[in-house]
Every structure is written in structure tokens, then in C-alpha cells.
């Protein structure tokens, strides 16, 4: 079980709920001036400090399919799954974290559970990062707190991000809006498939962009308030999509859901239009006959890389096509 | 059970077999020239000459959403159920007779069956029109043959008419080029629904043009050899869409179901859209979650005016959209 096949708390608009703290090692240099062997020797020693609790995933060993499958699976970034260096990930998934070793930084510890859980995604980040402050040389400023590659992560090294579920406010054509009055209060919203404005599927991360003059338990907070307002807008603008236009909306759910059950054929982008309708129906009431865990367990497995790894040979893109109308009919039949 | 609820020979090209005789009484003026009191007389003795095996619907007395529903199912013709004059429709189910009395002629003596069935069609017709025969004066002239208000109808007074499902010549455009040659023959070959050459539903009504100076015997051999061609001709073009794009037929066929068992809202065009494509999957066995006669049944219980009566109200467009969309979910989900 992964934050993306089980429910949480307020999920008919947060997905998921991440924590990750960037962290480096005294003793070598940042990632942008380490050698193969350094790396290497980051990774020995983060693997040690870790220990027996984690799975260890020697991400140089991967085929560029099975490295994307992981990036699908949001468990690494893009930019780790094809860099040329060692790199490794380290995964506890009854924690719900995911280690990535030589990314930007030297450990990029991240702990993502389902539905919004800050609380116990901080607390289960810092059970790990204290372990890696007693086993290893954390480069740590007693000023500028946490040293990291890149400026931007200075401080606290933490990201706090919610993937939420906006489809009423996307309709609205409210993100935009909503985007700037974040951008005033440190935080950022950015579609997290597509490109732009027009999230695919309707799927935003809000995350907080300050790291620097400000505590974890403050960033946390503020990012738990701003997101329940965006929750309340976002429920509150269902309410009046479905009493204005019920049989409308009722229509377009349901056929989302025939053609996702039905479909022979189907690529990635519209299954995540479908998914869209298909949330946004659950979340009203309107389809009973598929949950939230169901649809978000399929959501991932449809995915072009995971959906490759799982077949255990390569497909062309009309196999894929083929093959993912193939699980959902099987999944959503079942 | 009637023509459409039930399965018939063929029945993967032609739904159902139409003998239609037309028949008037001597002893009175052609509808043209007749008045109320004798069109209540010819009703009066058709009646009584067909007696109580049959079920009659006085016309005058239905409402224009009733009368509509029977040419919905096929029974009487448009030109009958908004007609002004007295007018009773002759019903044995068993026997899948319908006679309309004062249409166009006093008398159109008609046999429904469902699939490709002449034989019976004629047997049971003709059955029919021996009793008219033995007990009403009806016009017949040794020359001539049987008497009609329209001289198309002189001679045989017979239409015998096979409806066809042609998705596959339809595709093809071979329509056009399939009726310029059934002409020659002094077939006709048109649209079921719709206008002009694009038929809603691909269903085409195949059917002689010719009644006199040719037996009952040879119109019907003579339609029947050409029926077997068309279908031969419509079955081999589906191999052929078959393995040339079954994938993308599949996916046609499977959304198409899917939409058809889970939209909320549905208009009659719509369906016969998604009829068409549906039985062309069953025809191909691409899917058999559903059958020729439950297909044939929902798609005769969704058209607006059967949906309206068997709702005992009225309903608006929209409401009909609504509750031929919740037929269908109810139907096909079962």
C-alpha cells in the first residue's frame, strides 16, 4: 500500500500530502562538484545509516522505463530518474518515505502519505532525518540553518506540498487568482501534469517556496491554513456546479465512467481527462460504484512507464494504448 | 414479444419482415371520397370479419403521443396516426398482424416477424386476408387484380419489405451505387430514419416498388434472392472492417456500450448512433454483454413517444432525455 491506493483525511480534494527535507553530507562537496566516487561513497554511508528498514533501489541499474515508472509513481523526480551519476533510492513504505541519494542534494528525504497529513508526515521525516543527524555529518550553519546546492532550499531544506484535487476552481478559472494570492504569502500552485494553466486531470501541488527565516512547525502551519481555504472554495464551488447543472454534470460523470469501464483504446491524456469527471462525480455523490483508492490505485498503474514495467516487455505506444484499456476494463469490471 | 424483442433468422443483417397487403370493400368509395359515417361502417365490418382473435385501437380516441408511440413500434404509418377520419388498428400479436383500417386504403393488412421470414410473413398474411376474402365484398378485378385508391398498389396490393442493418455498406458508401441497381430490379432500398443516404442507425427498409403484372410468389422470390446478396455483400465488408481496424472497431463498439449503459442524459439520435454501433459489435462478437432482441427492445422503448406513454405524463425534451437515459442504465445494467 502507497499513498496513491489508500484513503486520507479531506481526500475528495487532497491526494496526497508530502514533506521533503534536503540534506547534505559535511564531508564531500555538493552534488554539482562530486565525483562518481564520492557519490558512490554518499550512498554507502546514507544506505548504512538507514539501515535494515529500508529497500535499496540502485537507480543506475534501472532501464530508463523502469527509472520512469518510479517518477509516475511520484516516489522520485524526473531529474534523479536520468541523471548519470550513482544515485540510489531508499524506500520504507509502511513510513511512506522515499530517500533519494544524489539527487540536487545529497539526501532528499521525503515522506508522502495519502489525503492531508502534514503532521504525520513531518513527524515520520524527522524519525529518519534524526537518524541520518546521528549517524552522519549533516552540513548544518548554526545561521543560515541547513546548507544546501541550490540557495532556494537554505534554511529548513523543507518542501511542504499538497496534491489537491481542484476541478471546480479549474473550471471557475480561478487558478490563476488563486496562484498570485499564494505567490504573496511564499507558496506556489503548479499543475502537476501538463503544462500552463490547464492542469491535466485537475491536479495542482501546493507547496510552500520559503525556506529561509522561518520554522518547519510555522511553514506547516501556514500551508495547513491556506489549504483548508482552498478546500472550502473548492467545495463551495462543487456545491453550486452540481445545483446549477446537475443533469449536465451527472451526464458528463458518467460517461467519463462508461467510456473509462468500456474504452478498447485509450491514451494517458484522456484516461486523465476521464479521471477528472470520474473524481469529481465520487466526490458529489453522484457514482457510488468506483472509490477513490480504486480510481487513484488505477491512475498510477495506467501510467506509460509503470504500465511497460508491469507488462515485462517493452510496448509501442498503441500497445500501451491497448494494454491500459485492457487494466481498466479488468480493474473497473472486477 | 413482437417483431422487435425477439431474434429471427439473419438477424445479424435484417431485423424484421414486412408483408403488407392493401385491401378495400367494394360496397364503399375509396378513402379519398369517403365520408365519416362509411369509414365508421368499413371499420364497423372489418371488425366484425376478423373477430376476437384480434385486439382494436380506435385511433380517433388516442392522443397524438399514443398514436405516435404505434408508429414508433412500427405498426401503423405516420400518415394513419395523425389522420382525421374515423381509423382502428387490428391487432394479433401471436401472429404478428397489424391491420390498419381506413389508411390511405380501406384495408392495409400487414405481418411483422422479426429476422429475414417471408415464408411465415406471407402464410400468416395471407391466412389473414382469406377471412376479409371469405366475408367482406372486397374489389378485385380479373384484369387488374386487387383494387387500391393509389395505382402504385394495383395488382398484388402486396409490399413485402425486409428492414436491414447495412453498417457496413454504409462505411463503404456502397448505398447509393446498392439502390441505382436494386431500381433496375424494381426494388427500393431507403433510410429507416433520417433523410437522404445518411441513415440514422444504418437501418434501410429494402422492398419491392412493383405490384402489378407480377405474383405475390415472385415478388417475394424475387426480393429474397436479392436480400441474400446485400447480406452476403454486408457480411463480407465486415470481415473486412474487421481485421483491417478491429482495434479501433473494438474501441467504436466498446464506448459506445459504455456510453449507451452509463450516460445520464440521452437523445433519441444519439442512440441510434451508438445502436448502430453496438449491434455491429454484437454482429462481430466483439461484445456479448447484450443481445440482437435486448437491443431491439430498448431501442424501440427509448423513441420519445413509447418512452412518454409508458411514463403515464408528459415530458419535455429534456425530461425525455433524461428518462431514456435512465431506461437504458436500468435495462442494460440488470
Not at 71 to 76: D, N
Not at 100 to 129: F, P, W
Not at 274 to 281: A, M, T
Not at 309 to 328: C, P, T, W, Y
Request: hydrophobic share 40%; proline share 2%.
Amino acid at each position: 500500500m502507497t499513498w496513491y491506493n489508500t484513503r486520507g483525511s479531506n481526500d475528495d480534494v487532497v491526494l496526497s500530502t508530502r514533506i521533503r527535507l534536503a540534506r547534505n553530507i559535511a564531508d564531500y562537496p555538493f552534488m554539482s562538484m562530486c565525483d562518481r566516487e564520492s557519490a558512490e561513497k554518499i550512498i554507502e554511508s546514507v544506505t548504512n545509516a538507514l539501515s535494515a528498514d529500508y529497500k535499496s533501489v540502485d537507480f543506475s541499474k534501472l532501464s530508463d522505463t523502469q527509472a520512469r515508472a518510479y517518477v509516475e509513481e511520484h516516489l522520485v523526480s524526473p531529474e534523479f530518474a536520468c541523471a548519470n551519476m550513482p544515485r540510489s533510492l531508499l524506500l520504507n513504505e509502511e513510513k511512506g518515505i522515499a530517500v533519494m541519494v544524489c539527487e540536487e542534494d545529497h539526501v532528499r528525504l521525503q515522506c508522502i502519505l495519502s489525503g492531508m497529513n502534514t503532521d504525520e508526515a513531518y513527524k515520520n521525516a524527522c524519525e529518519a532525518d534524526d537518524i541520518l543527524s546521528q549517524k552522519l555529518n549533516i552540513a548544518w550553519d548554526e545561521k543560515l540553518g541547513y546548507l544546501t546546492q541550490c540557495p532556494t532550499n537554505l534554511g529548513t531544506g523543507m518542501r511542504v506540498s499538497l496534491m489537491m484535487f481542484l476541478p471546480a476552481l479549474t473550471e471557475a478559472r480561478r487558478i490563476g487568482q488563486l496562484s498570485a494570492s499564494l505567490s504573496k504569502l511564499g507558496l506556489t500552485i503548479r499543475g502537476l501534469y501538463g503544462e500552463g494553466s490547464d492542469a491535466s486531470g485537475c491536479l495542482y501541488q501546493v507547496s510552500n517556496q520559503i525556506t529561509l527565516g522561518i520554522s518547519e512547525e510555522d511553514t506547516i502551519k501556514k500551508l495547513n491554513e491556506v489549504a483548508v481555504q482552498i478546500i472550502e472554495a473548492e467545495r463551495k464551488l462543487r456545491s453550486v456546479m452540481k445545483s446549477d447543472s446537475h443533469d449536465a454534470l451527472c451526464d458528463r460523470v458518467m460517461r467519463a465512467y462508461g467510456t473509462m469501464k468500456n474504452a478498447y483504446l485509450m491514451s494517458t491524456g484522456e484516461f486523465m481527462e476521464l479521471f477528472s469527471s470520474v473524481r469529481l462525480g465520487i466526490a458529489l455523490g453522484m457514482l457510488d460504484k468506483i472509490s477513490y483508492d480504486k480510481l487513484g490505485d488505477v491512475a498510477i498503474r495506467i501510467q506509460p512507464s509503470v504500465l511497460t514495467v508491469n507488462a515485462g516487455h517493452s510496448l509501442g505506444e498503441s500497445e500501451r494504448d491497448r494494454a491500459r484499456a485492457d487494466l481498466l476494463r479488468k480493474e473497473l469490471n472486477g
